[in-house]
């Protein structure tokens, strides 16, 4: 299961929003992740190595600075 990055909110897909649509990245399923609770925008990728060994990790995305 995805857990916030930032301030370790976790639940299933579904309990975060999805600001695009998720797409592949090597043998992993990458999720873009709006977290509920804090805002926190964050990727998770999932997926199961050629070897078979699944695994999950999240990668923190930078908010882009506002523009004034
Ligand atoms: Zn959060």
Same mark, same amino acid.
């Given at each position: 299961?995805? /857990?916030? %990055?930032?301030?370790?909110? #976790?639940? #299933?897909?579904?309990?975060? !929003?999805? *600001? @695009?649509? *998720?797409? &592949?990245? +090597?043998?992993?399923?990458?999720?873009?992740? /709006?977290? %509920? $609770?804090?805002?926190?925008?964050?990727?998770?990728? !999932?997926?199961?190595?050629? /070897?078979? /060994? @699944?695994?999950?990790?999240?990668? &923190?995305? +930078?908010? +882009?600075? @506002? $523009? &004034?």
């Amino acid at each position: 299961m995805p /857990k916030c %990055p930032y301030c370790g909110f #976790d639940g #299933d897909l579904a309990s975060f !929003e999805q *600001p @695009r649509s *998720p797409w &592949r990245f +090597r043998f992993y399923a990458v999720y873009r992740l /709006k977290c %509920p $609770k804090c805002g926190g925008v964050f990727q998770y990728y !999932e997926g199961v190595s050629p /070897k078979g /060994k @699944r695994s999950a990790f999240t990668v &923190r995305v +930078r908010p +882009r600075p @506002r $523009k &004034r």
